[in-house]
């Protein structure tokens, strides 16, 4: 069995609590899932499993379950997952996922959704909730305000409904399509998800647009959400609305009032705030409600750090402003989206406002179960990074390394951050340099996650993916070298160049396993072939030099689309990336680096980004060329780039030979260490590493400054994090199991 940590969250009992946890496997060990099952440590619960990432041998490698979970008020609750199992699942959930009449339907138990088929207006046809029906023309949107002020109106796409998902205990389906106008021409891409829950009187509801347009930008003026009412009186009406950081300030309405609540940058640079945000912040919710209809509570997801947010409720309904038309818009660069989360919990007239505010908080701060580390390690999905006898400073620093970094509020911005080095040089002219999740920050949070247990490097590793796959990936370009591929660090994020030394994956896969969303899988596979269109230039065909170090750093992301795939073709190139590195060392004599007209250096930085892309191919394809000629560059290294006092310089000319801080040479030095047993490469970076963990400390007194539309938490850019964390993890791992640490 594998033990399922529910760690102590809310002071309330949660019953039939829909749950979910991904769950690694060592290959070969779960090849049927007939008897799989989710426990208490007694009796099974109702759960679902789907396949996101298998072996070679078509083993089962990640499994997504969701589960109803009953989880004790102020404590904490063990489940399982079991792998023989023939025990019955005693449950009175409902849910049903069918088609009648051309439309989708979904029935929960607690709601019957009937949703609008292709050709019709809207998305919602009708949301029943005990005798209440809320009918097509009470259920407006999402509709988008262009520049103008003119509305255009999401519609069901083209290819109707696809059913992901169909229960028993949750349901997802999908549609894409455009936004019409009142013409029916149509303007900004969208897809919308919809996730319902055996049993429960809520909803999901994912709405992501994407610009697909011709033209550098687009600007949005709003975005809306409406819930009307078509029958009520102004007498039955109560609402309320709410925002929170500690406690929730709820204010009560009736129908003779507007309440109204802006998040804005002004209200939160004054707002107080000690929790790690990516975990939770706050709760925005609005809610309406008559004595004969009942009413809905409307939450919006990380309101606040998404902000401009707004929500408005009066006696003919609330009104979800996703982007507030009052707050000026939002301009999309052309292949940029933005995903939104709502919640909307549909609920009788005498449902205590405090109810609804528990809930919009279980949304806000949902229950996840842990897995120990040793499962991750047990199952070899990832790379060596578990140590048994721990260091203290080791892990005080990894962790203060990952909690204390820039971060940033704001629509486009949340879930990156602007690098304060790229920004001090001057590459923005004066705009914030935002890095993109260079270094692939997901995936160095997501091992953080696996190898420590704490929830909130999971919650980090969630909010910059999302991010990631939105903002800083160009979903369309009519430059084939432009389209699918990740913009470097730029400002406003997407107007950076393509460099195919600067694509990641690897968190992207994370991402997909984690939660199952196919965007995340589909954006690492599109990013990939952007690679591979980079990698057919005639500037990629030349041998060695620049080429060599920028083909080496795109062999990271072959691999691990490789890796994830199990396809061929991500490694077609593989071959004639090796010929260039041969090339480059065969030139200079060693991996030298053009710098100055009349220099070539030795750059320890770039020597390392060569040795680590190749390690990485040699462990799934190991050749004696690539093993001797990794040694050999290591050995050139210790030879010729080590300080007197054991660090390595920066770069090899007297007006740049500083001390280098660069922990990607403690990757190098533990390659060598695997290809050869020998510690003395490991010894070689005892002092960069000590050096590292002795430096100044993390600080945790963010300053907050306004940016544009952006508000800004100072501190080093998440690149410190994502470019260190595995190289030290590495390393730490493996000079503790050899004895020297």
């Known amino acids: 069995?594998?033990?399922?940590?529910?760690?102590?969250?809310?002071?309330?009992?949660?019953?039939?609590?829909?749950?979910?946890?991904a769950i690694p496997f060592p290959q070969g060990e779960l090849k049927d899932l007939s008897n799989i099952a989710i426990t208490d440590g007694s009796k099974i619960v109702p759960s679902q499993f789907r396949i996101t990432a298998r072996w070679a041998d078509d083993s089962v490698k990640w499994l997504l379950a969701n589960f109803l979970a009953d989880l004790p008020g102020n404590k904490s609750k063990d489940y399982y997952f079991s792998f023989n199992n023939t025990g019955i699942i005693s449950t009175t959930e409902i849910l049903e996922v069918s088609i009648k009449n051309e439309r989708v339907n979904i029935n929960t138990g607690k709601l019957q959704i009937e949703f609008c088929k292709n050709g019709e207006s809207g998305i919602f046809h009708s949301i029943t909730h005990e005798t209440?029906?809320?009918?097509?023309?009470?259920?407006?949107?999402?509709?988008?305000?262009?520049?103008?002020?003119?509305?255009?109106?999401?519609h069901v796409g083209e290819q109707g409904w696809e059913i992901i998902e169909d229960g028993p205990v949750r349901a997802i389906i999908q549609t894409k399509g455009k936004h019409l106008n009142a013409s029916g021409k149509d303007w900004i891409d969208y897809t919308l998800r919809i996730y319902a829950y055996a049993g429960?009187?809520?909803?999901?509801?994912?709405?992501?647009?994407?610009?697909?347009?011709?033209?550098?930008?687009?600007?949005?003026?709003?975005?809306?959400?409406?819930?009307?009412?078509?029958?009520?009186?102004?007498?039955?009406?109560q609402t309320a609305i709410a925002t929170s950081n500690y406690k929730s300030k709820i204010v009560k309405g009736t129908g003779y009032e507007k309440l109204?609540?802006?998040?804005?940058?002004?209200?939160?640079?004054?707002?107080?705030?000690?929790?790690?945000?990516?975990?939770?912040?706050?709760?925005?919710?609005?809610?309406?409600?008559?004595?004969?209809?009942?009413?809905?509570?409307?939450?919006?997801?990380?309101?606040?750090?998404?902000?401009?947010?707004?929500?408005?409720?009066?006696?003919?309904?609330?009104?979800?402003?996703?982007?507030?038309?009052?707050?000026?818009?939002?301009?999309?660069?052309?292949?940029?989206?933005?995903?939104?989360?709502?919640?909307?919990?549909?609920?009788?007239?005498?449902?205590?406002?405090?109810?609804?505010?528990?809930r919009s908080l279980q949304f806000q701060l949902p229950d996840r179960p842990v897995l120990e580390p040793e499962v991750?390690?047990?199952?070899?999905?990832?790379?060596?990074?578990?140590?048994?006898?721990?260091?203290?400073?080791?892990?005080?620093?990894?962790?203060?390394?990952?909690?204390?970094?820039?971060?940033?509020?704001?629509?486009?911005?949340?879930?990156?951050?602007?690098?304060?080095?790229?920004?001090?040089?001057?590459?923005?002219?004066?705009?914030?340099?935002?890095?993109?999740?260079?270094?692939?920050?997901?995936?160095?949070?997501?091992?953080?996650?696996?190898?420590?247990?704490?929830?909130?490097?999971?919650?980090?590793?969630?909010v910059a993916a999302e991010h990631w796959m939105d903002v800083d990936v160009c979903h369309y370009s009519n430059d084939p070298l432009r389209h699918q591929a990740q913009i470097i660090h730029s400002t406003r994020h997407a107007t950076g160049e393509v460099e195919v030394s600067h694509e990641w994956v690897e968190g992207l896969f994370d991402y997909y396993h984690q939660t199952g969303e196919q965007f995340a899988y589909d954006t690492a596979l599109g990013i990939g072939e952007n690679i591979l269109r980079q990698l057919a230039q005639p500037k990629y065909q030349q041998k060695g030099k620049i080429n060599a170090r920028e083909t080496g750093w795109a062999l990271r992301a072959l691999v691990a689309l490789y890796k994830e795939t199990y396809d061929e073709k991500w490694l077609e190139p593989a071959e004639k990336i090796i010929k260039h590195f041969e090339a480059?060392?065969?030139?200079?004599?060693?991996?030298?680096?053009?710098?100055?007209?009349?220099?070539?250096?030795?750059?320890?930085?770039?020597?390392?980004?060569?040795?680590?892309?190749?390690?990485?191919?040699?462990?799934i394809r190991p050749q004696a060329t690539i093993k001797n000629?990794?040694?050999?560059?290591?050995?050139?290294?210790?030879?010729?780039?080590?300080?007197?006092?054991?660090?390595?310089?920066y770069k090899e000319l007297p007006s740049l030979r500083r001390m280098g801080n660069n922990t990607l040479t403690l990757e190098t030095l533990t390659n060598a260490y695997e290809l050869t047993g020998n510690t003395k490469y490991l010894k070689a970076g005892l002092p960069t590493f000590k050096n590292t963990i002795n430096s100044s400390r993390m600080s945790f007194g963010f300053s907050k400054q306004i940016s544009g539309d952006a508000l800004i938490l100072q501190g080093p850019g998440p690149k410190m994090f994502a470019q260190s964390f595995y190289p030290i993890t590495a390393f730490y791992t493996a000079a503790t199991k050899a004895g020297i640490l």
């Open 376 to 462: 991750y390690e047990r199952a070899k999905v990832f790379d060596d990074i578990f140590v048994k006898q721990k260091i203290d400073s080791v892990e005080i620093f990894l962790i203060n390394l990952a909690d204390s970094r820039a971060k940033a509020y704001g629509i486009l911005h949340w879930g990156d951050a602007p690098d304060p080095g790229y920004t001090q040089q001057g590459r923005g002219n004066g705009e914030p340099v935002w890095t993109n999740n260079e270094y692939d920050f997901p995936h160095a949070a997501m091992l953080m996650y696996a190898k420590s247990g704490e929830r909130r490097m999971l919650d980090y590793m969630l």
């Open 629 to 649: 000629m990794i040694i050999d560059a290591v050995d050139d290294m210790i030879e010729n780039c080590m300080l007197e006092n054991g660090l390595f310089y």
């Open 132 to 154: 209440a029906t809320y009918e097509k023309g009470e259920i407006i949107g999402p509709i988008i305000y262009d520049n103008v002020g003119k509305i255009w109106k999401a």
């Open 260 to 358: 109204y609540h802006l998040i804005d940058a002004k209200e939160l640079i004054y707002e107080a705030n000690e929790h790690f945000p990516e975990t939770f912040y706050g709760t925005f919710w609005a809610d309406w409600r008559d004595d004969k209809k009942g009413g809905v509570c409307a939450t919006i997801f990380q309101a606040h750090q998404n902000f401009p947010k707004a929500m408005e409720v009066d006696k003919s309904g609330i009104s979800i402003r996703i982007v507030p038309c009052e707050a000026g818009g939002v301009k999309f660069i052309q292949g940029m989206g933005k995903t939104h989360r709502i919640f909307l919990h549909f609920h009788s007239a005498d449902e205590a406002i405090e109810e609804l505010n528990i």
């Open 1 to 21: 069995m594998i033990k399922l940590h529910f760690e102590k969250l809310s002071r309330f009992e949660r019953i039939n609590e829909p749950c979910n946890v």
């Open 200 to 237: 429960k009187p809520w909803i999901r509801l994912d709405y992501q647009i994407i610009n697909r347009e011709d033209g550098k930008e687009q600007e949005i003026k709003g975005i809306e959400l409406r819930l009307n009412s078509c029958e009520s009186s102004v007498n039955d009406i």
């Open 584 to 619: 480059w060392k065969e030139e200079y004599g060693a991996w030298l680096s053009p710098y100055t007209d009349h220099t070539s250096i030795r750059v320890p930085f770039m020597i390392s980004i060569a040795v680590g892309s190749l390690m990485r191919y040699y462990r």
